[in-house]
């Protein structure tokens, strides 16, 4: 992929950076902590990385993080896994997450958006008083320290004080969405056992109602570590036998009272996608989330009080926790629940125009619709407190920069980032006082030392690699559950390079510092030994008005031959024949090259996806190589299982 391409699309302009809390970080930085002053943003990445435990030093004190009891040091043991961050340390997550409470008391920390999209706000001490209220609720049902506390819950308020309670008391969150069917909760909760079960009666979406009591009833059933059950009546049914109400646990006037655990104390589980086998427990700490996101949302995002946050995601995605880290800012919080495109493809900007929404993350595969679409958003809605877009979930392609730069507002801070549930943050994306360049990550983040690797370990420039990152991270999981020897954890991310984490992604390293992402390593294409990622070809393909949807995948063969099809779903009314065939394939070889021409290009009833909403390129691979379907997939983590079958009958047919 050629990584010529000098002009930037977005420079920010000199009071801009001025103005970024990231430069006034690096100021007092190179003044107290030895950090560059000048050099800019390169400058600093280098110092935090080569200096890792002053940059950490550093961002607790920039934000004022409150110990209860003092580190020894920053960074225990290094070695990864099983780094050691501030060992010795006491904190709360909770407590500084209502922390803008004291100042702020009658301003909105949340602003709940359901698709009728008013606006409802939850100010900072009605956020407060609930969360003390349920925190001391959940003791008095024996909740102690470490126990487990979940939520079958939509993107509404009371996810967020259910989360935050769970912090104050030393407890365990974890959550799914309620388009989640039973068997795929079950295969998340059963995991980790959770003595409380915060749940709704339904959920609202795309213009109807979901009733779920029924799952709920199973979720009971088959949990029987559950010592209370709390009905949040959202469709607005009675509670069912024996459990609690949630207006009655959250009526006291009560002063929120933090435990204060250890720094490596677990805050939450979430749970890898699951495609193959029971989905990944993965267990991240109060503190390591703590100064991570404080970096990442403080500095990256450059969040504070005067901001609006939103982000569409549901409880079932790392970035909802994301989103709710938000508050440690002192930001107001937007929580949309509802559908991406309901009454219409416009949906998510309208509602970032109602609650005036300075930045705005959503979905690269949100931007690429609404393109499809012809939706103009600077024409039909006012966005002009949006001083970014942030995209996730997989590359945003060339011409999804171009289309936000072109229909939202050419003076627009694109942020492409990418991370993963596994830290619960990003490796690379966002930085206020860089330029963007068309299809690419503006740069590695703060404390995050990312390489390109090839499969030996020597670092590349300007040519894919693997991602790695070659020193520890404070969110880095500090365990998976129920992996007493660590063997899962350490084969999911170290078993390539011992001692660095390798996360399963193409990407290349430009030598202007910028970051592109391919997609993802073990799915990845290899024709004639030069490797390429399916993102390139979905760019490509999905410009053509024809195709709907995409997946390509490679297949190395038993006689040592090599076969990758590309699979398309069709628009409506669209006729896969010999002028379109030629189409697809003209466009992928003037493009990107002859190399990236499929062997086969087949049409799909559908392309299926994990409930979070990634095209699942591996199990596919996995059926197709003979695979029986029970075990190339979990067959609860994906959005429409009888997909499957279709790609399960063309193995046999190919067999």
């Known amino acids: 992929m050629s990584t010529a391409n000098p002009q930037p699309l977005w420079q920010p302009d000199p009071q801009r950076i001025a103005q970024a809390r990231i430069t006034r970080f690096q100021a007092w930085a190179a003044e107290h902590h030895g950090a560059p002053a000048e050099g800019g943003y390169p400058a600093l990445h280098r110092w935090s990385v080569d200096q890792l435990d002053t940059f950490w030093k550093a961002v607790t004190e920039w934000f004022d993080v409150r110990f209860s009891t003092p580190y020894t040091r920053v960074l225990g043991d290094r070695a990864m896994p ?43 001490s009605a956020l407060r008083r609930q969360v003390g209220s349920l925190a001391a609720e959940l003791r008095a049902l024996g909740v102690r320290p470490g126990d487990r506390v979940s939520g079958y819950l939509p993107n509404i308020p009371q996810a967020v004080v259910a989360l935050l309670a769970t912090a104050a008391v030393g407890a365990v969150w974890t959550s799914c969405a309620p388009d989640f069917g039973a068997r795929s909760v079950l295969d998340r909760f059963q995991q980790v056992e959770p003595v409380v079960l915060f749940t709704v009666d339904g959920y609202r979406y795309g213009g109807k109602e979901h009733d779920r009591r029924e799952v709920v009833a199973e979720l009971r059933r088959e949990l029987p570590t559950l010592r209370a059950v709390v009905h949040i009546p959202l469709l607005g049914t009675e509670p069912p036998e024996g459990a609690l109400e949630w207006s009655a646990l959250t009526a006291g006037d009560t002063e929120p009272v933090f435990e204060q655990v250890p720094f490596d104390h677990p805050l939450w589980v979430l749970y890898s996608s699951g495609t193959t086998g029971l989905p990944k427990a993965i267990v991240q700490s109060q503190g390591g989330i703590l100064v991570e996101h404080l970096k990442q949302l403080g500095l990256h995002c450059d969040l504070g009080p005067e901001d609006r946050f939103f982000w569409y995601t549901s409880t079932g995605w790392m970035m909802w926790n994301f989103l709710v880290s938000g508050l440690l800012t002192g930001t107001t919080v937007v929580l949309y629940d509802g559908s991406p495109g309901y009454p219409d493809t416009g949906a998510q900007w309208r509602v970032a125009e109602r ?31 949006v001083k970014c877009v942030a995209t996730t979930g997989s590359p945003l392609p060339p011409d999804g920069f171009r289309w936000l730069h072109d229909e939202v507002r050419d003076d627009l801070w694109i942020a492409s980032v990418s991370g993963g549930t596994d830290v619960c943050s990003c490796f690379a994306g ?16 703060l404390g995050t030392d990312l390489r390109s690797w090839d499969p030996s370990g020597n670092p590349l420039v300007d040519e894919v690699g693997e991602l790695v ?29 011992p001692g660095v984490w ?15 992402i391919h997609g993802r390593s073990d799915s990845t294409l290899n024709r004639q030994g030069v490797r390429m990622g399916s993102a390139d070809i979905y760019e490509v393909v999905e410009r053509l008005p024809e195709i709907k949807e995409s997946l390509v995948i490679g297949i190395e063969q038993p006689d040592g031959g090599y076969w ?35 062997d086969e290009i087949i049409e799909v ?51």
């Open 82 to 124: 099983g780094a050691q961050w501030f060992p010795g340390a006491t904190l709360n997550y909770a407590e500084h997450a209502l922390r803008a409470a004291a100042d702020r008391a009658d301003e909105p920390a949340l602003l709940h958006v359901d698709e009728t999209q008013e606006p409802r706000p939850v100010s900072w």
């Open 355 to 385: 609650t005036g929404a300075t930045l705005y993350g959503t979905s690269a595969a949100y931007v690429m619709a609404c393109r499809k679409a012809g939706v103009h958003p600077a024409r039909d809605y006012d966005l002009s407190t």
């Open 430 to 445: 966002a930085v206020p006082t860089l330029p963007v360049y068309t299809g690419e990550l503006q740069a590695p983040g």
């Open 469 to 497: 990152v070659t020193n520890p991270m404070p969110s880095m999981p500090i365990r998976f559950w129920n992996d007493p020897d660590g063997s899962r954890y350490h084969d999911s991310y170290f078993d390539t390079y």
């Open 502 to 516: 390798r996360h399963g992604d193409w990407i290349t390293l430009t030598s202007r510092g910028t970051v592109i």
């Open 564 to 598: 990758m099809p590309l699979f398309v779903h069709l628009a409506p009314g669209a006729v896969l024949d010999e002028a379109l065939l030629n189409r697809i394939k003209q466009a992928i070889r003037e493009q990107l090259s002859p190399r990236h021409i499929p």
């Open 605 to 655: 009833p559908g392309v299926p996806h994990t409930l979070t909403g990634k095209r699942i390129e591996v199990p596919v691979k996995r059926l197709l190589q003979g695979t029986p379907l029970e075990k190339a997939v979990n067959p609860g983590s994906i959005d429409d299982l009888a997909l499957l079958g279709f790609y399960e009958e063309l193995a046999r047919k190919r067999a």
